[in-house]
């Protein structure tokens, strides 16, 4: 079974950086698309970013400009860079895969079970 992993949450001040990591089990195939989606108390799931097997991204327009997402395709891992993190940023983060990317830009089948994000002074 695909299981996906994600590390590097915490808490942070307003204008801080902080870098998520997910790393899929799955290692005998790649998934065409990966990305983070975003959720907080009493809001919606929401798509942070995205990025194919081919390196085409896609994000949110309120991250644009402070977030990078990357991926290594050999470690089926993807990677979230976050700087000029704002209190808004404040949600549990989750990674998601899609392994054909027939999806993409939206979440494809897989799901971790999420890293916290604080953003506070």
């Known amino acids: 079974q695909v299981q996906l992993v994600e590390s590097g949450g915490g808490l942070v001040q307003p204008g801080g950086s902080l870098r998520l990591s997910c790393a899929a089990s799955?290692?005998?195939?790649?998934?065409?698309?990966m990305g983070w989606y975003r959720q907080a108390p009493g809001k919606q799931r929401e798509l942070v970013a995205a990025?194919?097997?081919?390196?085409?991204?896609n994000y949110a327009d309120s991250v644009k400009g402070r977030f990078t997402i990357s991926r290594d395709n050999g470690k089926n891992t993807v990677y979230l860079q976050m700087n000029s993190l704002r209190p808004e940023d404040t949600a549990v983060y989750l990674c998601?895969?899609?392994?054909?990317?027939?999806?993409?830009?939206?979440?494809?089948?897989?799901w971790g079970q999420g890293t916290q994000v604080t953003v506070s002074s």
């Open positions: 799955a290692t005998f195939f790649s998934f065409a698309a």
């Open positions: 990025i194919t097997d081919g390196g085409r991204t």
């Open positions: 998601n895969a899609d392994r054909w990317g027939g999806n993409y830009p939206h979440h494809g089948d897989y």
